[in-house]
């Protein structure tokens, strides 16, 4: 809107509304989860007031240490596998014709929407022994018989790099579409190959996007909970599994809001980066 | 670079698809067991979801979560997104940045803040609950559809009524909020999917005493796999696919995604 207006007593009213919401049922409960990090935690499940840093001082010992880093290792590993591929395929999907275009959309936004416990269970399915990918093999007379590829690192990396691939298209998608094709057509009038082009003219320009992407990929993998829950092993287990696990049925409430405060802290580290990254190429 | 391209193609096409398909072969086996290659062809596993009373209850409570808390989560977007892009506020930044940071943070953290809030309260486990917390979570999509349209409507259009003698309010009722109307539904149908989809919130607000769809998935798969949940997950890929197939024929997919408006005008 080119006039915009002083605010008025009546636009603050308008505005109450969502800011009480917002108050009363995100910001509160963020500041009675951080109370709760410092409550004393009694045995069995329960915590009552108090002020120490115990569960706090737990951050710092051999389990969750070990937790976080094999979460920011997998989630690196699958947003890299994710910007790998999704790069490469926006754009090339940005150059197709209007209808496969289209389909291909279609295809993403109905993966980016599915539900991780029907992703997960999919996955579960595909990789397992009973109706997967090696009874198609046995069927088709290349193994003898089927196999599990399921518990297993490699079925948590799929899974998780299924779940953040459409929003990693998502992120790419407007700049890549943006790409003025006069530039490629000015490279390849050069006598340059379609793949040199790439390399030299497209990969350099998508730099600032290839980085977002990423980033925003290995953030949205951090807060999976439910693929390393059914793909993988407690060894495979994430920071959000983990968190979970000591609210749900280890009944360490406290405990799990000092790691979830970690966990804010890291997911909003990476956020910044980003945006502070996007602020200094839009300059 | 062409066989590439068609390779690379060919692969994302496989990958997304890979699963979906073993789900939908299993969904139509008339063994109880999940077989390969599949023994006959039944529906039987899709009326299960109609005629047992736990599926069918776990599939009212979700569509009555994701209908009421889409709707809250428009309520609440809809004044904000007005407001910050109509009016000059000096806080608008943060109070669109707390907007979107419910959605922005691992969904572990607003899961773990609600149940500790409820808990403090005394009101563990109530469908109320789960309606609210899915409202403030999903509300950044409203927030930014409804931006959006704000930013691209044509300032005049307000302006025009305001000069022909409405006031700010009527101007409100009769220009802007009909021009806002097909943002708040497409920021709608996303909090609606997703609210249908989400887990985690809902399970640790539930405390176990309501049970929501992709709940009672997770429950039933304690026990081992019944084609009966492969059922669900088609009937769930089906109303995805459908959803954005209707935005694509009938909404402009394309540019509510932010292509290149040229995109939109090559080869129509």
């Given amino acids: 809107m080119s006039e915009v207006r002083r605010p008025t007593r009546g636009s603050w009213a308008v505005l109450a509304f969502p800011l009480a919401m917002l108050t009363l049922f995100f910001l509160a409960p963020f500041a009675i989860m951080v109370a709760t990090s410092f409550y004393h935690r009694i045995e069995g499940g329960f915590y009552e007031p108090a002020f120490e840093f115990a569960s706090w001082q737990r951050l710092l010992q051999g389990v969750f240490l070990e937790r976080t880093l094999f979460s920011i290792g997998i989630c690196l590993l699958a947003g890299a596998v994710c910007i790998v591929i999704a790069f490469p395929f926006t754009y090339f999907l940005t150059r197709m014709r209007r209808r496969s275009h289209v389909a291909l959309l279609v295809l993403i936004m109905s993966a980016l929407v599915l539900s991780e416990v029907i992703v997960g269970f999919a996955w579960s399915v595909l990789l397992g022994r009973a109706a997967g990918i090696s009874n198609v093999l046995v069927w088709l007379g290349v193994m003898s018989e089927p196999a599990a590829y399921q518990p297993s690192f490699l079925a948590v990396l799929l899974g998780l790099s299924y779940i953040a691939f459409p929003y990693c298209i998502l992120a790419l998608y407007p700049q890549l579409s943006r790409l003025d094709p006069e530039l490629t057509e000015a490279a390849q009038t050069m006598g340059a190959s379609p793949w040199r082009t790439f390399w030299t003219v497209v990969v350099p320009i998508g730099r600032p996007i290839i980085l977002a992407g990423f980033l925003l990929a290995f953030v949205f993998t951090l807060g999976s909970y439910l693929i390393p829950a059914f793909l993988g092993r407690p060894e495979h287990w994430t920071l959000s599994v983990f968190i979970s696990d000591q609210a749900t049925f280890n009944a360490n409430v406290p405990f799990a809001a000092a790691m979830a405060l970690f966990l804010t802290v890291l997911s909003l580290g990476v956020v910044g980066i980003v945006t502070w990254f996007e602020g200094r190429t839009r300059r | ?268």
């Fill in chain 2, 1 to 268: 670079m062409r066989a590439l391209k068609w390779v690379l193609t060919t692969f994302v096409v496989l990958f997304i698809l890979a699963p979906l398909i073993v789900v939908a072969v299993v969904s139509f086996n008339q063994n109880r067991y999940m077989d390969f290659p599949p023994e006959g062809f039944s529906f039987h596993w899709y009326a299960e979801l109609w005629n047992d009373v736990g599926w069918r209850d776990a599939i009212v409570t979700s569509l009555l979560v994701a209908a009421t808390s889409a709707a809250l989560a428009v309520v609440i977007a809809t004044p904000m997104a007005f407001v910050l892009r109509a009016y000059d506020i000096r806080l608008a930044p943060a109070i669109f940045a707390l907007g979107i940071l419910p959605f922005l943070l691992p969904p572990v953290i607003s899961a773990l803040g609600a149940l500790v809030f409820w808990s403090s309260l005394g009101f563990s486990g109530r469908l109320e609950n789960i309606i609210i917390s899915h409202a403030i979570f999903f509300s950044t999509l409203p927030l930014i559809t409804v931006s959006l349209a704000m930013e691209t409507m044509d300032p005049a259009l307000p302006e025009a009524a305001q000069t022909l003698g409405a006031n700010p309010r009527t101007s409100f009722r009769t220009v802007t909020l009909p021009l806002l109307v097909p943002s708040m539904i497409t920021g709608y149908a996303a909090a609606f999917v997703l609210s249908l989809n989400e887990y985690i919130i809902a399970f640790m607000v539930s405390r176990f005493s309501v049970v929501t769809l992709p709940i009672k998935i997770v429950n039933d798969l304690r026990y081992g796999f019944t084609p009966t949940i492969a059922a669900v997950a088609v009937v769930f890929i089906l109303i995805a696919t459908t959803t954005f197939a209707l935005f694509a024929l009938f909404g402009n997919l394309l540019k509510f995604l932010g292509a290149d408006p040229a995109i939109l005008e090559r080869e129509r």
